[in-house]
C-alpha cells in the first residue's frame, strides 16, 4: 500500500492523525507528515484517515 496525499489540497485539519496516528502526524510547524508506505496491518485505519479527510486529499495506491 501507498499513500499519497495532496499537500496543495491538504489544509492541515488533522482529521487522519485521529484516524491513523501510526501514519499521520502534525508535526511542531503545525504541518502533516505522513509514512508514505505503511504496513498492511494498517490499511483499515488509514482508510478511515482518507474517508474523513475534509478535501478528500488522501490517495491510496496497492
Not at 16 to 38: D, H, S
Not at 47 to 61: G, M, N, R
Amino acid at each position: 500500500m501507498r499513500i499519497i496525499v495532496d499537500m496543495d489540497r491538504c489544509q492541515d485539519h488533522g482529521q487522519c492523525v485521529f484516524a491513523a496516528p501510526e501514519v499521520f502526524q502534525i508535526n511542531p510547524a503545525g504541518r502533516l507528515e505522513y509514512t508514505a508506505e505503511p504496513d498492511d496491518e494498517l490499511r483499515e485505519a488509514v482508510e478511515e484517515a482518507a474517508d474523513v479527510c475534509p478535501l478528500q486529499a488522501i490517495t491510496i495506491e496497492d
